[in-house]
């Protein structure tokens, strides 16, 4: 090692204990979700077993409605003025909001088999979940594929933006299509009091676990943008240190 | 100059090209008819009925013809790099976005007024009241091509934008593609009245949010 090898470039990052904990208390709340579902919730009279993942189904459906519309406002934040922090919470509302539909798309199947007798309906909300997933890999992938990440920033940022106004318009236009979907929670709620108890766990852990996920995306996304200014000033000091 | 004046001198422009070259605009034709053809081929079995597919091979054909020219909206500033110095020269992006919002119509009108008459000849039906349904096209023509251009626009710097182009417009303009077909199918039964209306409010409800919004948008996204 010579004299005037350069120093190691440490930079400091916090350990993000607060995340950490967030985790592990989605988690934890998911666990009870689960145990108590298991345990304690009496199997449906007509629908039996199946019924059972109404309570994750729901429950994801709440998270992708949260994320995906706190996605389209950052995003609208972002045009009109523009801010790298909304412009990466954004972002990762968006992945996150993708992660749930799957789940809602995944789940919702599973039920109507056995409720509708058939695994996918053309049904307004089914076909709203699709049409807006679809919108919002679109504009994942996008923002991979601009030629410069500024002008894919803006362009995903308006993309996304546009969104809400199709969503309400095709939800409105396939609810006029014509409609299945059980209206539990506006139509008089959930009876049974266990039911109730694992409903709202099941929502409180999912909402911890992905808002957890928004903040561990947003703060790789963040560190990504100072390790790409750090390496920007690095390579900046060099050539002066090359030149003097 | 005021936008509006600006607008109808890039529109004029681009007709005046688009007259002089006729390229996208004769295989955007070639390719709705094909659409139509195929679609015969992949719906119409001997004996059936082939009335009730009209709707759906209709607005299918027109929305896979407007992303035909779609595609190719945005290619003479692109290829010679004019776009920066368009928007420069007209005072922002609004006259650019609503030209060639308006070429995009021109286009899908003459499609329509192609592909609706032989839509009717192939499959053997007749429309006896022909007012919703021409009212249907209109809305869902300007609302297509509003929403198309703002694709096209905001994808011009975006590499694989043959493929997102529909990813991104399909979904968002379901609700003109799921109101037109409901219009045509309510005229050809011969059935008027509420419906019908409900669903051209629909249709016009949209247009004006994205005729609106777009321009918006298109310039907000297209700022250096």
Redesign the interface.
């Known amino acids: 090692m010579t004299a005037h090898s350069p120093a190691p470039l440490q930079v400091p990052v916090k350990q993000p204990w607060l995340l950490l904990a967030g985790i592990a208390l989605g988690l934890a709340l998911i666990e009870a979700a689960l145990w108590w579902i298991a345990t304690k919730t009496p199997p449906d009279i007509i629908l039996g077993v199946v019924q059972k993942v109404f309570y994750f189904h729901v429950a994801s459906a709440f998270v992708m409605l949260l994320t995906l519309t706190a996605a389209a406002g950052t995003s609208l934040y972002d045009l009109i003025r523009p801010d790298d922090r909304a412009d990466a919470l954004a972002r990762s509302c968006l992945e996150v909001g993708v992660v749930f539909a799957l789940c809602v798309l995944t789940s919702g199947p599973l039920w109507a088999r056995k409720s509708w007798g058939m695994y996918w309906t053309w049904e307004p909300r089914l076909t709203l979940t699709l049409l807006v997933t679809l919108l919002a890999v679109a504009v994942i992938a996008l923002r991979g594929l601009a030629e410069d990440p500024q002008s894919g920033r803006r362009v995903g940022a308006a993309m996304a933006v546009m969104g809400a106004p199709a969503s309400f318009l095709i939800h409105v236009a396939v609810k006029w299509w014509g409609g299945a979907h059980p209206q539990v929670l506006q139509g008089g709620g959930i009876r049974s009091s266990e039911m109730r108890v694992a409903f709202w766990l099941a929502v409180a852990g999912l909402i911890t676990f992905a808002a957890c996920m928004v903040v561990a995306r947003f703060r790789d996304l963040r560190l990504q943008d100072r390790a790409r200014s750090l390496r920007l000033n690095l390579s900046a000091l060099e050539l002066r240190r090359g030149r003097a | 100059m005021t936008t509006l004046r600006l607008t109808w001198l890039l529109l004029q422009k681009d007709l005046r090209i688009a007259a002089r070259s006729r390229e996208v605009l004769g295989f955007t034709l070639l390719f709705s008819v094909l659409c139509v053809l195929i679609f015969a081929f992949g719906f119409l079995q001997s004996g059936s009925a082939a009335v009730r597919y009209v709707p759906g091979v209709l607005w299918v054909t027109l929305l896979f013809a407007s992303s035909m020219s779609l595609l190719r909206l945005f290619a003479a500033e692109e290829e010679g790099g004019t776009l920066p110095l368009v928007s420069a020269t007209t005072a922002g992006t609004v006259p650019l976005f609503l030209s060639k919002a308006g070429v995009q119509l021109v286009f899908t009108t003459l499609v329509t007024a192609l592909v609706l008459p032989m839509v009717l000849l192939f499959f053997d039906a007749r429309l006896d009241a022909p007012g919703p349904v021409i009212a249907s096209l209109l809305l869902g023509l300007v609302g297509q091509s509003v929403?198309g251009t703002?694709?096209a626009a905001?994808?011009v710097?975006?590499?694989?934008?043959e493929v997102?182009l529909p990813?991104?417009l399909y979904?968002?303009v379901?609700?003109l593609v799921?109101?037109g077909v409901?219009v045509t199918s309510m005229a050809l039964q011969g059935q008027s009245g509420q419906g019908t209306t409900?669903?051209l409010t629909?249709m016009l409800?949209?247009d004006l949010?994205?005729v609106a919004?777009?321009p918006w948008?298109?310039g907000?996204?297209?700022?250096r």
Do not use: E, G, N
């Open positions: 929403v703002l694709c905001l994808l710097h975006v590499r694989l934008r997102l990813l991104v979904p968002t379901a609700p799921i109101a409901k409900d669903w629909l409800v949209f949010v994205f919004a777009s948008l298109h907000r996204a297209m700022q």
